[in-house]
């Protein structure tokens, strides 16, 4: 799993949630790369309003961290899970 989000209490707002990231996604600007308190690399997508989308797992170096941004800014968003 590259990228994850909140939980969200409908299937609607999952949605949402997705329809977010495909807006958000193929934007340079939206993705802060930050290193952990471990020295692991991952990244956040962020919204207009500078709210956190999602967060990506870790990983051991920058230059994974940034090849793990190219699917999230390229590729097709995951189908949503319903649990209920």
């Known amino acids: 799993m590259i990228l994850t989000s909140e939980t969200y209490a409908s299937k609607e707002g999952a949605l949402n949630g ?14 802060r790369k930050e290193i952990s308190e471990n020295a692991q690399y991952y990244f956040n ?8 989308i999602g967060t990506s797992e870790m990983y051991n170096s920058a230059q994974a961290r ?3 941004i190219e699917p999230v800014r ?3 968003v ?3 899970e319903d649990n209920t």
Not at 45 to 52: E, F, G, Q, R, T
């Open 18 to 31: 997705n329809e977010v990231v495909r807006e958000n996604g193929p934007l340079d600007s939206r993705y």
């Open 45 to 52: 997508l962020v919204a207009a309003n500078y709210k956190i």
């Open 66 to 68: 940034d090849n793990g």
């Open 74 to 76: 390229n590729g097709p």
């Open 78 to 80: 995951a189908e949503v």
